[in-house]
């Protein structure tokens, strides 16, 4: 049967058994690590020297920095450090979490990993730390930027919640700004305390390097921020928003705004 377009289930990716054979004991998923995290030799963490020593017969620090003199292990300055948990379980939990959609509870991670409920808590956060990308560098553009709101229906919230939302429209709801690089597609969303001027103008100058064009509704928030992009001109427009408002149309009706 011909396929005429690619489907959700038919995405290139590693299966469940395709996992479990790439890392069957904790030593090879600590072979891995190691691989994985120094591509050109051993590194020590502590001063940055090269010159280290693999061959301690310490238990839990198995590598000793010739420069500093400090032991250290693989797990040493990741978020693997303090932890009794093993390799293994690290590497499928990564894998979990990074690959569930929409996201993953401590509870699943309990029964599917089999640790308790508090050391599967205490994994999915120390692996959603590293999902930080404030180091990575804002969009070239040119770039479409918009905010929504986000929050439960209040026909279908109980008598106690409603009373403690007096008002209409956004009253209760929260609100989530995003961007979005019309040239590599990628996105970019947030939730943000409010839609005035200064948080506005904030996101789009933390998400776009200067001289990037940028296209928007006609909020006031938006408006003149014209000394940042020198290079191009900001161009303001109502209709254009065809790239990020589906996405965040999308984003409501998860959140049944």
């Known amino acids: 049967m011909r396929r005429t377009g690619p489907s959700k289930s038919h995405r290139h990716g590693m299966s469940l058994m395709e996992l479990m ?81 929409k996201g993953i509870s401590s509870m699943k991670l309990h029964r599917d990993l089999g640790i308790t409920q508090k050391s599967a808590w205490f994994l999915a956060h120390r692996i959603r730390e590293t999902f930080d990308f404030a180091w990575l560098p804002g969009f070239d553009g040119p770039i479409e930027a918009d905010e929504t709101f986000i929050g439960g229906k209040r026909k279908n919230m109980s008598h106690e919640k409603r009373k403690e939302q007096t008002g209409c429209g956004p009253v209760g709801k929260a609100i989530v700004a995003g961007v979005k690089d019309r040239k590599t597609g990628q996105v970019s969303a947030r939730v943000v305390k409010g839609t005035d001027a200064t948080i506005l103008k904030g996101f789009v100058r933390y998400h776009a390097e200067p001289g990037t064009t940028v296209y928007t509704d006609e909020a006031l928030g938006y408006q003149g921020m014209n000394d940042i992009w020198t290079t191009k001109q900001l161009i303001t427009v109502l209709a254009n928003m065809s790239i990020i408002w589906p996405i965040l149309m999308e984003l409501r009706a998860f959140g049944q705004c």
């Not at 310490?58 to 693997?80: I, L």
């Not at 450090?81 to 990074?98: M, P, T, V, Y």
């Open 21 to 101: 054979k790439k890392f069957p004991d904790d030593a090879t998923a600590e072979t891995w690590f190691v691989q994985s995290r120094w591509l050109e030799g051993i590194i020590c963490p502590h001063c940055g020297s090269t010159n280290g020593n693999p061959n301690t017969k310490h238990r839990s620090m198995p590598y000793r920095c010739r420069d500093c003199r400090k032991r250290f292990s693989t797990r040493t300055g990741t978020v693997m450090e303090c932890s009794k948990l093993g390799f293994q379980i690290w590497a499928i939990a990564i894998f979990l979490i990074a690959t569930n959609l």
